[in-house]
């Protein structure tokens, strides 16, 4: 499968503790975007970068949350502290660069945190 | 502040006939549009977008949207449903100024064909 992976696919995590997302973008794609999926939500966009500079971070991605992409291609996403409001499910999207008009971005299958 | 609005949770229609799933959005300037489906257990997946352009978009699996600027929609229409279509879609628009897929979604809404 040549898509975009992320892993693991369930986490269940008590709160307080510290947890990290991996993804793995399609691999001849610069730019890698996280974004957080609430139950009856659409996805809200979190962080991209573009190789391994992390170009934008909402306003959603409190202290606790921290992101990276150490040599530009898997990316991490870490939650420190977790709290009940974190449950959700984390997609990890990837694209070339370019102009949206000549680029699509490709999501991956998500994963689903539930924090107890 | 930016936002898209899919006025309608659930969506149901009869097998053969044609759907539309509603989407408005507000922008100023010339917005970038999307629609993206989602199956249970699958990532998003990419149907079509609106840049510039004929206001009629032909995408996948047969879908087609109307972009409408007096109106501010950008609704999801197919001529003839298929059980298969049944999913979540979601539609999306462009972070004004945003040079990558920084994408804000509607709540989305969940299409129900029936045999």
């Known amino acids: 499968d040549t898509g975009v992976s992320q892993d693991p696919r369930h986490k269940i995590t008590k709160r307080g503790q510290n947890v990290t997302f991996r993804c793995d973008p399609i691999s001849e794609h610069n730019r890698l975007y996280w974004y957080r999926q609430t139950l009856g939500q659409g996805p809200e966009f979190l962080t991209y970068?573009?190789?391994?500079?992390?170009?934008?971070k909402s306003r959603l991605l409190s202290d606790r949350f921290s992101a990276e992409r150490p040599k530009g291609s898997f990316s991490t996403l870490e939650i420190q502290r977790t709290e009940q409001g974190d449950s959700a499910m984390y997609l990890c999207?990837?694209?070339?660069?370019?102009?949206?008009?000549?680029?699509?971005?490709?999501f991956g299958q998500g994963t689903r945190l539930t924090v107890v | 502040a930016q936002s898209v609005a899919q006025p309608e949770d659930q969506v149901n229609v009869a097998e053969g006939n044609p759907l539309t799933v509603k989407c408005t959005y507000s922008?100023?300037?010339?917005?970038?549009l999307f629609w993206y489906v989602q199956y249970p257990n699958r990532g998003l997946q990419f149907l079509l977008k609106?840049?510039?352009?004929?206001?009629l978009v032909k995408g996948s699996y047969g879908f087609e949207a109307e972009f409408n600027k007096s109106q501010t929609s950008f609704h999801l229409k197919k001529p003839s449903a298929l059980v298969s279509d049944s999913a979540l879609y979601f539609c999306?628009?462009?972070?004004?100024?945003?040079?990558?897929?920084?994408?804000?979604f509607g709540k989305g809404t969940k299409l129900s064909v029936i045999p």
């Open positions: 970068f573009q190789n391994e500079a992390q170009l934008e």
């Open positions: 999207a990837s694209s070339l660069t370019g102009t949206v008009k000549n680029t699509e971005a490709f």
């Open positions: 999306a628009q462009l972070e004004s100024g945003a040079g990558s897929y920084q994408l804000t």
């Open positions: 922008v100023s300037g010339n917005p970038y």
């Open positions: 609106y840049i510039t352009g004929d206001n």
